[in-house]
């Protein structure tokens, strides 16, 4: 064997073996097919960008201590190494396109939304959020300190769509390792698949006003049973279901008080 050879192998062997141990580098695992994907992404391109970085730095270097200046003599001056070039322009193009259809791939996945099972209707407001089951008289309403709890079913595809009544909010699961904007007049659509039952935190993350920072929510991810026996448990009236569903921001606010009167702060 070669001592390239050898090099080459020191620096694959350990990828390889390290294999399904490789860090999380920052992320989360995910509880979803999407999620899980989009982690193990992340752990390829920190990987890749961890080897290309490394190498880089080295090859720097090892240049800049190799031909360091001693004396006056100038090094040899050479040019035109065609297979090197060739090398060097392609590995990286083969890079950029592999890292392109793995995104591709994974966004599929996340992007995809298959018949569901169950729908939950999200509206973000300043600064709280409305849970709404439609046909099963389900509401959950709740805003700053309240921590409202979106509860779904495991294993079903999970329908979501998210609006905002006022202005931009965030709508964020780090466990989802997924995040979408909450937009005035626009109807956000995406379908979960949970394959993890628990509890996860959820937060907005677009800066949106005064009590921007309390506005948390909770994920429940529940089996399908406890689901049922959630929504039986949690029905409203038909009416009280719909007034709540139409409730406004403000007519919420005005009926739970967390919030101190927006005017004494005069701000919006
Ligand atoms: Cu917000």
Redesign the pocket.
């Known amino acids: 064997m070669t001592s390239r050879r050898a090099a080459l192998l020191a620096v694959i062997a350990p990828l390889v073996l390290a294999g399904c141990q490789l860090p999380s580098f920052g992320a989360y695992h995910g509880i979803t097919k999407g999620g899980t994907q989009s982690y193990e992404l992340w752990q390829g391109f920190s990987v890749i960008a961890a080897v290309v970085g490394g190498g880089t730095f080295l090859l720097i270097l090892w240049a800049a201590l190799r031909y360091r200046r001693r004396g006056d003599t100038i090094p040899r001056q050479t040019q035109y190494n065609v297979p090197l070039e060739v090398i060097y322009t392609i590995v990286p193009i083969l890079i950029v396109i592999g890292l392109f259809a793995a995104t591709v791939v994974v966004e599929n996945q996340v992007l995809s939304e298959p018949t569901p099972k169950a729908t939950v209707n999200i509206t ?4 709280g959020w409305k849970f709404v089951y439609p046909g099963e008289n389900v509401v959950v309403i709740g805003q700053t300190t309240q921590n409202p709890t979106m509860v779904v079913p495991e294993g079903v595809n999970v329908k979501m769509n998210l609006v ?1 009544s006022d ?4 709508f964020y699961v780090p466990a989802l390792n997924f995040s979408r904007f ?1 937009q005035p007049g626009l109807n956000n659509t995406f379908t979960f698949n949970f394959d993890k039952t628990g509890t996860f935190k959820g937060q ?6 005064l ?2 920072s309390l ?1 948390y929510f909770q994920l429940q991810v529940v089996t399908p049973t406890q689901y049922r026996t959630w929504l039986k448990a949690n029905a409203l009236t038909p009416a009280q279901a719909a007034a709540a569903a139409a409730a406004s921001a403000n007519q919420i606010n005005a009926g739970i008080p967390v919030k101190p009167a927006q005017t004494s702060y005069g701000v919006n």
């Open positions: 973000a407001f300043q600064w905002s202005v931009v909010h965030g909450a907005c993350t677009q800066l949106c006003g009590y921007h506005m």
